[in-house]
């Protein structure tokens, strides 16, 4: 099945600075990879996502690129703030329903 | 619209009882999950489902069951609670699969269970 490997699983910016969240998956047949924010004590919540026929997708200071022959993807936050300071999943899905998580990046932004 | 609602927020069990986490959604989604989320770790998959009817199992699914009788519940019962099931579970509800938001998961406030 589907395996989602995350690193690093911690990261420390100041604030201005750029933060890069790398994930690899397992199952060549992926075909999706959302990225979740979550909040100390929150719920997990999306914050962009890209199918396997794009390259990368930005919004606004994030960003997220994929390879699909490396079968890796990346996160990328620009300027950062520390109301960016989260814990970030990366997941992958072949389809049918099946969403698979990485371990998560706490990223702490500091001021 | 109250999203996804899960019951109870907390519970504490003894090992070997049962008990079930309630899930309900009020957004007509077609697709449900339960993931567990142990302290610092990841989420996990426990099992899925697609639609009233059909479940499938995730990454993590000994010790738990679950049932799709409707649309809108996707309950998950835990057999003879063992320690290792002490966690935060997540249940979890989208529209299908795609960008654009359609893919995106709404996650439940969390339940957060201790067995002792």
């Known amino acids: 099945g589907e395996n989602v490997e995350q690193h690093p699983s911690t990261l420390s910016v100041q604030e201005g600075d750029s933060a890069v969240i790398k994930c690899t998956y397992s199952?060549?047949?992926?075909?999706?990879f959302p990225w979740y924010k979550q909040e100390l004590g929150k719920r997990p919540q999306l914050i962009i996502d890209?199918?396997?026929?794009?390259g990368e997708k930005k919004d606004q200071r994030i960003a997220v690129t994929l390879n699909k022959t490396a079968k890796h993807f990346s996160l990328h936050i620009t300027e950062t703030q520390p109301e960016d300071s989260a814990v970030y999943f990366c997941?992958?899905?072949?389809?049918?329903?099946?969403?698979?998580f990485g371990q998560g990046t706490e990223l702490s932004v500091k001021p | 619209n109250a999203g996804v609602t899960q019951t109870p927020k907390f519970r504490i069990l003894k090992i070997g009882q049962s008990m079930t986490l309630q899930c309900t959604q009020d957004m007509n989604h077609n697709y449900m999950y339960w993931y567990r989320q142990d302290p610092g770790m990841g989420l996990k998959l426990i099992y899925y489902s697609v639609g009233a009817g059909i479940t499938d199992k995730g990454e993590v699914p000994n010790g738990y069951n679950v049932s799709r009788s409707t649309t809108e519940d996707f309950p998950l019962r835990l057999e003879l609670a063992a320690p290792s099931q002490t966690s935060v579970y997540f249940c979890?509800?989208?529209?299908?699969?795609?960008?654009?938001?359609?893919?995106?998961?709404?996650f439940g406030e969390g339940s957060r269970l201790t067995v002792l």
């Open positions: 997941a992958a899905s072949s389809g049918g329903g099946k969403l698979i």
């Open positions: 199952d060549s047949a992926s075909n999706y």
């Open positions: 890209i199918r396997s026929n794009v």
């Open positions: 979890a509800s989208s529209y299908g699969e795609g960008t654009g938001g359609k893919g995106e998961l709404f």
